[in-house]
């Protein structure tokens, strides 16, 4: 299994909703990842997580919340967003060893909407 | 701070011709990783070529090849026999030790295969 599954593949949510985007891979990486792509734009990295612990935080807003709950499972967190908000936001996987190649495996997305 | 740059926004092909897209990156790093990855316009993006700085040799998988330029701070991609499946976003990236670090894009170029 080389995939990274991302779930919804498509959101659309008001500025005072709370809802989730969620993330799971399969291939025992222990890094985990998600992006916000903008249209025609390169993937922005918001946040990194090693072994289910936080490593880098891109100074993002507090609006978004991520967590991993195990070692396949990424979550981001969504509440009180701005229209400024929509993207696509990627989840990505890769190898935290020795053998590390830098590769990162990422999902389809999913598309937010912030109305 | 590295940097990644794709001077070219788009260029176009010839079915079964070749093509080079340019890539040029600033970093004070002596070991790094260098990538080309795709993003055809299904969104997932997926690795096309990886280079480690400290290899001479360029990369090549398949119908794609890289001339990497260490000196230069140059990594162009060549593809070969080109086929409309090819047709997508390539985005340029740029990763430094330690793994699990950063992964800085260029802007990327669009890249559209004529029949």
């Known amino acids: 299994d080389t995939e990274v599954t991302q779930t919804p593949k498509h959101l659309v949510m008001g500025m005072t909703n709370k809802k989730s985007l969620k993330c799971e891979q399969h291939?025992?990486?222990?890094?985990m990842y998600w992006y916000k792509q903008k249209a025609k734009k390169p993937p922005e990295l918001m946040f990194v997580?090693?072994?289910?612990?936080?490593?880098i935080n891109e100074s993002v807003p507090s609006r978004f919340s991520p967590e991993c709950p195990n070692s396949s499972l990424l979550n981001l967190h969504l509440h009180a967003l701005q229209p400024e908000d929509s993207a696509l936001y990627l989840c990505?996987?890769?190898?935290?060893?020795?053998?590390?190649?830098?590769?990162?495996?990422f999902g389809e997305g999913s598309r937010l909407t912030v109305l | 701070a590295q940097t990644v740059t794709q001077s070219q926004p788009e260029m176009s092909v010839q079915e079964a011709e070749t093509v080079t897209l340019s890539c040029t990156y600033d970093?004070?790093?002596?070991?790094?990783?260098l990538f080309w990855y795709k993003q055809p316009p299904s969104r997932q993006m997926i690795l096309v070529i990886r280079?480690?700085?400290?290899?001479?040799q360029n990369a090549t998988e398949n119908r794609f090849s890289v001339n990497f330029q260490k000196a230069a701070k140059s990594f162009s991609l060549k593809i070969s026999d080109s086929q409309l499946g090819d047709t997508a976003m390539y985005f340029c990236?740029?990763?430094?030790?330690?793994?699990?670090?950063?992964?800085?894009f260029g802007k990327g170029i669009t890249l559209s295969v004529r029949p």
């Open positions: 990505a996987s890769s190898q935290d060893s020795r053998q590390h190649t830098g590769e990162l495996f």
């Open positions: 291939m025992g990486h222990r890094a």
């Open positions: 997580y090693s072994y289910e612990k936080l490593s």
């Open positions: 970093t004070s790093e002596n070991n790094y990783y």
């Open positions: 280079q480690e700085a400290y290899k001479q």
């Open positions: 990236a740029f990763m430094k030790p330690p793994v699990n670090s950063k992964l800085t």
